[in-house]
């Protein structure tokens, strides 16, 4: 069982940590749409209610127009709060959530990566490809002025 590469549980763990935050995010969004929605019923009801009540109490036309015109100033006004409050709620939601993916997705890539160099000593058919990797990472952090061939390059 030499050839067999055996995937360990940070790397499950990392990935099941990124769903669930994922949906999480997908979660909040969904909870916040459905209070902004409520919030709209609620303004819907209360204009109904009182478009009814302006209906029975009012004596005359130009009384209905007054108490209607009140009432749909009150909408109006309610409906451009809500907005405010939804727009709002939206970008700080958007910001949170990008900030939290960002961050989740760092932390998932840091398990994944670190654990990717182990599992390639394991199979020897990944032998080379560590190798190489080796190199690459060797000649990332090598000093200024040398060359990949090792040649001193000439600074000014």
Known sequence: MTGKSVTPFELFRANLSFALQ?????????????EFEMQRIRRDLEAA?????????????SALAVSWQTVL???MAT????????????VRLQTGSFEGMREAFATWQAVSTDQWP???????????WQEWLQRVEGAAVMPRGRALGGDVLHER
Do not use: E
Not at 25 to 31: E, I, K, T
């Open 22 to 34: 994922a949906l999480s995010f997908g979660h909040q969004a969904r909870q916040q749409a459905c």
């Open 73 to 75: 100033r009150d909408y």
């Open 79 to 90: 409906t451009t709060n809500l907005w405010q409050q939804g727009l709002g709620a939206a």
């Open 118 to 128: 182990t599992q390639a000593a394991m199979n020897p058919v990944m032998q080379p």
């Open 49 to 61: 209610r009182a478009i009814g009540n302006a209906a029975s109490a009012a004596k005359d036309w």
